[in-house]
């Protein structure tokens, strides 16, 4: 039921870029630009994420393409970082006595969790103008699809803790990836002349699995299917590079 509706909301999305909004003329006549972004964004999960990390934040870059008409284009990619791990029993029956795990010398070892991973994927989106009288200011809204990666980096002492190390690790890290469906609503301020920025809402919808053929805590695969749901808020700088437009077109950069 949730996935039917998480895929209806998306497909309602779509819909509304495809059929557009009416803009003043100075917005339909605007020149088509080349549009580098990266920025810094923070969010928190739901579903079957929050159950393993309940926050992290990202560092998204994109290049785009937006066009006379005001439809967008971009090619994204945000590196996901987190120290919120979230997971019980993750070593199963390697603790000792004490509840921890030791070293090959008979010490507890200090293990430091971190969330680790990307999401990478293409968006279609359309702008609007923020207002008649704005030549800068746009709101964009886009829609994509893609891939979202995620696993548990572990740190600790390299050699001390050989149960852990090697290929061990990958009986614990629960490499996870899969489909992702994003969409985002954004206000931007173009100017070629000066600083241009953008700051926006984003909500993304991974269908991942377990990648790993074992889970070493469990003794057993994960095959389910899980549904990996995160939103929050991004904002960064955009670097718009003009493309070749004639002279009648309006200066909507200027």
Not at 73 to 85: R, T
Not at 90 to 114: A, C, H, K, V, W
Not at 177 to 201: C, D, K, M, P
Request: proline share 4%.
């Amino acid at each position: 039921m949730r996935q039917a509706l998480l895929i209806s909301i998306f497909t309602f999305t779509l819909s509304l870029l495809s059929q557009g909004l009416p803009a003043p003329a100075q917005t339909a006549k605007s020149g088509s630009y080349i549009l580098m972004k990266v920025g810094g964004g923070f969010y928190a999960t739901s579903g079957d994420l929050a159950k393993r990390y309940s926050q992290f934040a990202s560092v998204p870059v994109s290049l785009g393409y937006k066009s006379k008409s005001n439809l967008s284009f971009s090619l994204n990619y945000s590196p996901i970082l987190g120290n919120n791990v979230n997971i019980t029993g993750l070593f199963g029956d390697m603790l000792g006595p004490s509840g921890e795990i030791l070293d090959q010398n008979g010490f507890p070892t200090i293990i430091r969790y971190y969330l680790r991973g990307f999401s990478a994927g293409a968006t279609v989106g359309k702008i609007f103008p923020a207002g008649k009288s704005s030549k800068h200011g746009s709101f964009e809204i886009s829609a994509g699809a893609g891939m979202l990666q995620h696993y548990i980096k572990m740190q600790f002492d390299a050699g001390r803790t050989p149960q852990l190390e090697g290929l061990y690790t990958a009986g614990y890290d629960r490499l996870t990836n899969g489909l992702q469906l994003s969409q985002h609503f954004r206000w931007q301020y173009l100017n070629t002349e000066t600083l241009s920025v953008y700051a926006g809402i984003d909500v993304c919808q991974g269908f991942t699995q377990n990648r790993r053929s074992w889970n070493f805590s469990e003794m057993a695969a994960e095959t389910k299917v899980r549904k990996d749901i995160y939103f929050g808020l991004s904002a960064g700088i955009i670097i718009p590079v003009t493309l070749k437009a004639s002279a009648s077109e309006s200066k909507y950069f200027d």
